[in-house]
């Protein structure tokens, strides 16, 4: 079976300028995607936009169609739609389409499967009409819907972003319901200097700012004891701010604290990985060139820590010249050349992330809920289950699938993990490092016996003349 020099998963930023670039270098790559376009979720669905949706989206948004645009390579292979479930040993990659079973082989794997959305388990969270702001994102990007009588409850930017989009989309929300605090701000201000490196993204935040202040939209900061009421869907928040208790009637809750890094594949690999206490995560362990300590294993993106769409691009580019020295198609002088100005950028798109990881805490208890709270949505797990096995002697998550299933339903932990990880440790007086985290093992994803089976057929194993 023909085989490709390399295999990216993921077509975000990070993957599409890996891929692309990588390509124009000389290798012969192979880009899989879960998605039908290139974009990943900051430029999702950006081929198709219309002009009135773009407008209200920005420009930030439609600067993706530049990378999607560096696609069309005769050396790169785009498998759209591919849902990648298991990566082998010798780097076979297996994945499904609309149903059927493949794989790919590579001599080089880079994951570029960028971040989740931090979850916010808060008392009524899993109520219908709670969603997070990417997925109120996802639906106006790739579908125009507009949600209604909506409020915005969290912090970081990505608020301030959503809550301005529907400024300008004609159905601003109701309430920007912030919790980081007047202090966290004094507390970022030791970073203003270095954050004036990245003072574009400082002027974005306070114009976006601007236009929902403009717009009339009620904002909150310091909120507390937050909790969304209803039946059988949201129907109100309360919060208190100030010493006073809110009470805002609202049919849809987007929830936003912070995204953290996908880090799934990489550790069922078998990459190392490490707390990181300024963005309350796990990150994978790499070096300068983004390599993990698995031979042969890259990641980029926000996937090997949060940066941004644009360190997320860089990164690719550092990349694609490291793999195309290795694999002979460039000089290692050439290889350093190029790469100098590129992490000169990489420094200043940096510059700022530790003033808005300080200014923008996660909500202190989203990460270790009250005891009633849900944390795994799959198996219906609360936080005091989770304090009830540490009781009984759970000292980590993988013990916790044994005490009562948390992280063994269809999302393999990606939504509680990091909660389970910060109960445990809490209730041992541990480190999240010696807590540690959910063993990943294949799938990945949810993948049907059909799918399973399609896999013996040799029809099903994909070369590089596959037009998927």
Same mark, same amino acid.
């Given at each position: ?354 003033? $808005?990881? &300080? ?5 202190? +208890?989203?990460?270790?809920?009250? !005891? @009633? /709270?849900?944390?795994? *949505? ?39 993990? $990091?909660? &389970? ?5 809490? +209730?041992?007086?541990?480190?999240? !490092? @010696? /807590?540690?985290?959910? *063993? ?29």
């Amino acid at each position: 079976m023909e085989r490709f020099d390399l295999a990216v998963i993921g077509a975000g930023p990070a993957g599409m300028t890996t891929a692309s670039q990588a390509a124009s270098l000389g290798l012969r790559v192979a880009l899989l995607d879960e998605q039908p376009r290139a974009g990943g979720q900051i430029y999702r669905d950006v081929d198709r936009v219309k002009p009135a949706r773009a407008a209200i989206l920005g420009q930030d948004y439609t600067y993706g169609k530049r990378l999607t645009y560096q696609l069309a390579r005769e050396s790169l292979v785009h498998f759209t739609g591919a849902m990648v479930w298991s990566i082998e040993d010798g780097f076979r990659v297996f994945f499904t389409k609309a149903g059927n079973g493949a794989k790919v082989v590579a001599d080089k794997v880079v994951l570029a499967t960028g971040a989740l959305e931090r979850p916010m388990p808060v008392p009524g969270w899993t109520l219908p009409g709670v969603m997070t702001a990417g997925a109120g994102q996802i639906l106006l990007k790739q579908s125009g819907v507009l949600a209604r009588n909506a409020v915005l409850v969290g912090s970081g930017p990505l608020l301030y972003l959503t809550a301005a989009q529907m400024v300008r989309a004609g159905s601003p929300p109701v309430a920007l319901i912030e919790t980081q605090t007047r202090a966290d701000l004094i507390s970022a201000m030791r970073h203003l200097g270095g954050a004036m490196r990245g003072w574009q993204y400082l002027i974005k935040g306070l114009r976006l700012l601007s236009e929902i202040i403009r717009a009339g939209v009620p904002r909150y900061v310091s909120a507390t004891n937050i909790a969304i009421e209803g039946q059988d869907t949201a129907e109100a928040i309360s919060f208190a701010t100030d010493g006073k208790q809110h009470r805002i009637a609202c049919s849809t809750v987007f929830l936003h604290h912070g995204i953290v890094p996908n880090t799934q594949a990489a550790r069922s690999l078998g990459a190392i990985h490490c707390w990181d206490d300024r963005q309350a995560c796990f990150t994978p362990k790499l070096d300068e060139w983004c390599r993990t300590n698995v031979r042969g294993l890259y990641v980029v993106g926000d996937g090997g820590g949060i940066a941004g769409a644009k360190a997320a691009e860089i990164s690719g580019r550092l990349v694609a010249l490291k793999l195309a020295e290795e694999t002979g198609y460039l000089p290692v002088a050439e290889r350093d050349s190029r790469a100098r100005l590129l992490r000169s950028a990489l420094v200043r798109e940096h510059a700022v992330r530790p003033f $808005l990881d &300080v200014a923008y805490p996660p909500y202190a +208890a989203a990460l270790t809920p009250d !005891d @009633d /709270t849900i944390v795994c *949505r799959c198996e219906e797990v609360t936080a005091g289950d989770i304090r009830g096995y540490a009781k009984l002697g759970c000292r980590g998550p993988n013990q916790a699938k044994a005490f009562g299933r948390a992280g063994m339903g269809s999302c393999q932990g990606r939504y509680c993990g $990091l909660t &389970v990880t910060a109960l445990l440790a809490q +209730a041992h007086g541990q480190t999240p !490092d @010696d /807590t540690g985290y959910y *063993r990943i093992r294949p799938p990945l994803k949810p993948v049907t016996l059909g799918e399973l089976a399609a896999m013996s057929d040799p029809e099903h194993d994909v070369g590089a003349k596959t037009s998927f």
